[in-house]
């Protein structure tokens, strides 16, 4: 791991655009002290804490690498070990009961984990009624060209309308789905920018890390290609 892979996971959030779609949670999902809110890869537990501390509310968090004991020590530092739990699991095969849950947010990971097997995991463990937010990565056309692609990442290319059909295939009504603002890209490398220069510049031939890669494309032509989108949906279950 070189240092600006260090720097990226230092960050609280690992995906471009987390805060405004908390923002999207805070807008569309009514949430108190009796809400159980489950959250499929919360990372480093960020979104999850906040929420608690803001509503009161309950939240489990299904993650299923070791970022589970940060978050845990996170929750216990914030005196938030009584209302939020992180558990070890695979977020398309959920270890939760059916219909149990409030509301689902999945941030930045839907795809990660497998995007229909994510939604129809998310929408077993909802009551009928109960909203999701998730957020992804996106592009404007199925068909991007070479220099535009991460060499990490691999096809499909879903855009928004590709990924709002999957979302009602999986059983949802969407309330709403849109890019959030293409800045979110650039908010999200900003932090990263001026070290991974300091690295190239000190060794200009050195390897080069995945999240540098993945600036390179960006910049070189994924600013008109990629979005990161968001949406709202509703488990249309009667
Ligand atoms: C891009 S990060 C997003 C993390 C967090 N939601 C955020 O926005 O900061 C993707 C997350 O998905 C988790 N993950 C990957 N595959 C998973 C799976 N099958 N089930 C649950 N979590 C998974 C990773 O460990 C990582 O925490």
New binding site residues.
């Given amino acids: 791991m070189t240092d600006v892979w260090n720097l990226y996971i230092a ?5 471009p655009g ?1 805060r405004e ?1 908390v923002d999207l949670v805070r807008q569309h999902v009514p949430l108190d002290a009796r809400t159980n809110v489950l ?9 999850a804490l906040t929420l608690a501390e803001e509503y009161g509310c309950r939240v489990l968090g ?6 589970v004991n940060y978050a845990r020590r996170a929750a216990r530092k914030r005196g938030l070990g009584d209302r939020v739990s992180f558990v070890r ?5 959920l270890p939760v009961r059916d219909a149990t849950f409030d509301a689902a ?5 839907p795809s ?3 995007t229909e097997r ?1 939604l129809r995991a998310m929408h077993r463990a909802l009551r009928p009624g109960g909203a999701i937010v998730v ?1 992804d990565w996106t592009w404007t056309a199925a068909d991007p060209p070479p220099e535009a692609v991460p060499p990490h990442v691999t096809g499909p290319f879903v855009t928004l309308d590709t990924y709002a059909s999957a979302i009602r295939d999986a059983g949802f009504r969407i309330v709403h789905g849109e890019p959030l603002p293409q800045r979110v890209w650039d908010d999200h490398y900003a932090p990263l920018r001026g070290p991974v220069a300091e690295q190239r510049g000190a060794d200009p031939t050195g390897p080069v890390d995945p999240i540098e890669a993945e600036m390179r494309a960006y910049d070189a032509a994924g600013a008109d290609w990629w979005r990161y989108s968001a949406f709202v949906a509703v488990n249309m279950q009667a």
């Fill in positions: 960050q609280d959030y690992l995906t987390a779609t959250e499929v890869a919360p990372g480093k537990g960020t979104t299904v993650e299923l690498h070791a970022f699991g695979d977020g398309g095969a947010i999945c941030i930045g990971a990660i984990v497998g994510c957020s």
